[in-house]
RNA sequence: CGGGGCGUAGCGCAGCCUGGUAGCGCGUCUGCCUUGGGCGCAGAAGGUCGUCGGUUCGAAUCCGGCCGCCCCGACCA
């Protein structure tokens, strides 16, 4: 993409209404427009990232065997009246009637919608488990949103549903979920930690929250060092296995928000094993049992191997997509601007050309251009005269990982330069080196 | 929902106290110049001062209602 024609306005200065860095840089780099106080516009270069997070998220939850569909973001009043929710849930909900005065909701989750698709069509108990998912705008009416789209009222989320015959299959299901999330935010560059979130109506350990660390979250974490610095990746995850050993170890370790901290506990661990920082919340995941399919809500049954009617156990598992692009920035900008870890990040490489007009530094960009994108290496090619400040400002700016700096000197001896975002490391290359390095 | 603050050009702000018909910086447009870290010079466009009403000869300015946005707290992906 060439960025004289690319829809991108980044700002030098920055708009009153943000307080929090991610939101800063948010609206300095083009990535979002707010509409009204929770809502925001997606541009180009936002919805770029945007659309990398959901890839990701997308992937890990197909390995886990999850499948995708897509529900509505408007419900209609009565799925509610039947879990009992219409009325529990209160001013969060945003509520409308349409030109037949029938009620309807913007949706803020979709336990009863999923759980209606699910009975209508899963009678058997040999049909299960089933998991279901869907990445979709949800709306809560919050009273306070801020922080930019860390808490907005329109956001997009990613929502899982898992039914499973009994509880030990729930639990399986939940693992599933609980190793999906660990790799997911692992390969969005983060560091999560999962913690013992406020137990469901069933108790038991089965609800965490991720975590990730950013010295700028909102809540205080404690967290043992072995957590941070355990790498999921690099374990190999079979999903039809018993996950139950791999989670164990996850859970075992001390972690915390302050909610839940136990100091005494906390004081156990070997000093220099302890981390105490700050996080942000990306994703919730939690067991519910029949709350939703039992008789007292939407009383839903498969046919069990006895023949008898059996209530589905089901949990939920959230991650929020949109939130998630403001809590990376947290996790990882510097002054300057953002760092976009390489799987999320817009484009992979900015080329700036430093003298518009020059014939050498125009050709060799030309050619860098056309044999990055040949080579599927996505591109933003700063092509605007502009002058090499300008230039250097935005390319730090927008946070690309990679900038191949073009510049009259090293040009004329067909040397260029690559920089690298996170650290700034440079080195002076010939086209084929630096080729070479991006495509490889 | 309790407390506080703010709405003046695309963005950041001054002017308001002490009413007299709107200004600065950045950005934008044109030309010249410059070309490795948000240059320089010259010219230009752009604002019903959130909105409705009141006071006044006259309101961005004083008074009131409404709307919107932000911050702190309680609540949350």
């Given at each position: 993409?060439?960025l004289?024609?690319?829809?991108?306005?980044?700002?030098?200065?920055?708009p009153a209404?943000?307080q929090?860095?991610?939101?800063?840089?948010m609206?300095?780099?083009?990535?979002?427009?707010?509409?009204a106080?929770g809502i925001?516009?997606?541009?180009?270069l936002g919805f770029?990232?945007l659309?990398r997070?959901s890839?990701?998220?997308?992937?890990?939850q197909?390995?886990?065997?999850?499948?995708?569909?897509?529900?509505?973001?408007?419900?209609?009043?009565?799925?509610?009246?039947e879990?009992?929710r219409y009325?529990?849930?209160?001013?969060?909900?945003?509520?409308?009637?349409?030109?037949?005065?029938?009620?309807?909701?913007?949706?803020?989750t979709?336990?009863?919608?999923?759980?209606d698709?699910?009975?209508?069509y899963?009678?058997?108990?040999?049909?299960?488990p089933?998991?279901l998912?869907?990445?979709q705008?949800?709306f809560?009416?919050?009273?306070?949103?801020r922080?930019g789209?860390m808490?907005?009222?329109?956001?997009?989320?990613?929502?899982?549903?898992?039914?499973?015959?009994?509880?030990?299959?729930?639990r399986?299901?939940?693992?599933?979920m609980?190793?999906?999330?660990?790799?997911?935010?692992?390969?969005?560059?983060?560091?999560?930690?999962?913690?013992?979130a406020?137990?469901?109506?069933?108790?038991g350990?089965?609800s965490?929250e991720?975590?990730i660390?950013a010295e700028?979250?909102?809540s205080?974490?404690?967290?043992?060092?072995?957590?941070?610095?355990?790498?999921?990746l690099?374990?190999?995850?079979?999903?039809?296995?018993?996950?139950?050993?791999?989670?164990?170890?996850?859970?075992?370790l001390y972690?915390?928000?302050?909610e839940?901290?136990?100091?005494?506990?906390?004081?156990?661990?070997?000093?220099?094993?302890?981390v105490?920082?700050?996080?942000?919340e990306?994703?919730?995941?939690?067991?519910?049992?029949?709350k939703?399919?039992?008789?007292?809500?939407m009383?839903?049954t498969?046919q069990?191997?006895?023949?008898?009617?059996?209530?589905?156990?089901?949990?939920?598992?959230?991650?929020?997509?949109?939130r998630?692009?403001?809590?990376?920035?947290?996790?990882?900008h510097d002054?300057?601007?953002?760092?976009?870890?390489?799987?999320?990040a817009?484009?992979?490489?900015?080329l700036l050309?430093?003298?518009?007009?020059?014939?050498?530094?125009d050709s060799?960009?030309?050619?860098?251009?056309?044999r990055?994108?040949?080579?599927g290496?996505?591109?933003?090619y700063?092509?605007?005269?502009e002058?090499a400040?300008?230039?250097?400002?935005?390319?730090d700016?927008i946070?690309?990982?990679?900038?191949?700096i073009?510049g009259?000197?090293?040009?004329?001896?067909?040397?260029?330069?690559?920089?690298?975002?996170?650290?700034?490391?440079?080195?002076?290359?010939?086209?084929?080196?630096?080729?070479?390095?991006?495509?490889?």
């Amino acid at each position: 993409m060439r960025l004289s024609r690319y829809f991108l306005p980044t700002l030098k200065e920055t708009p009153a209404e943000a307080q929090i860095v991610s939101h800063r840089l948010m609206l300095r780099a083009g990535l979002i427009r707010q509409q009204a106080a929770g809502i925001y516009s997606w541009l180009p270069l936002g919805f770029r990232v945007l659309e990398r997070i959901s890839r990701i998220v997308r992937e890990e939850q197909n390995a886990a065997g999850c499948q995708e569909i897509l529900m509505p973001t408007i419900q209609p009043a009565e799925l509610w009246r039947e879990s009992g929710r219409y009325d529990d849930y209160g001013k969060e909900m945003l509520r409308f009637r349409d030109r037949h005065d029938r009620e309807l909701l913007y949706g803020p989750t979709n336990e009863e919608m999923v759980t209606d698709i699910f009975r209508a069509y899963v009678k058997s108990y040999r049909q299960l488990p089933v998991m279901l998912y869907h990445i979709q705008w949800k709306f809560r009416d919050e009273v306070r949103p801020r922080f930019g789209v860390m808490r907005g009222r329109e956001f997009l989320m990613k929502d899982s549903y898992s039914f499973d015959l009994d509880q030990a299959g729930a639990r399986r299901s939940y693992n599933k979920m609980f190793v999906a999330y660990l790799r997911t935010f692992a390969r969005l560059g983060l560091k999560a930690i999962p913690m013992r979130a406020e137990t469901g109506p069933i108790g038991g350990d089965l609800s965490h929250e991720f975590i990730i660390l950013a010295e700028t979250g909102e809540s205080q974490v404690f967290v043992h060092r072995d957590l941070v610095e355990r790498d999921i990746l690099a374990e190999a995850v079979d999903y039809e296995s018993d996950l139950q050993p791999l989670v164990e170890s996850w859970t075992s370790l001390y972690a915390a928000t302050d909610e839940k901290h136990d100091e005494a506990a906390f004081a156990a661990i070997p000093p220099e094993k302890r981390v105490a920082a700050r996080g942000i919340e990306v994703g919730h995941i939690f067991f519910f049992g029949t709350k939703y399919s039992g008789p007292q809500a939407m009383n839903v049954t498969v046919q069990g191997p006895d023949g008898k009617p059996v209530h589905p156990e089901m949990g939920s598992y959230g991650i929020g997509v949109s939130r998630l692009v403001g809590a990376i920035i947290e996790a990882s900008h510097d002054e300057a601007g953002i760092i976009w870890p390489e799987s999320v990040a817009p484009f992979r490489v900015g080329l700036l050309n430093l003298k518009v007009g020059d014939a050498t530094t125009d050709s060799l960009c030309a050619d860098l251009y056309e044999r990055l994108r040949a080579n599927g290496v996505e591109v933003l090619y700063d092509d605007r005269e502009e002058r090499a400040g300008v230039k250097f400002a935005d390319a730090d700016l927008i946070g690309l990982p990679w900038q191949v700096i073009v510049g009259p000197k090293g040009a004329a001896s067909g040397l260029v330069e690559l920089k690298r975002r996170k650290g700034g490391e440079r080195h002076e290359l010939d086209r084929d080196s630096v080729l070479e390095r991006l495509i490889g």
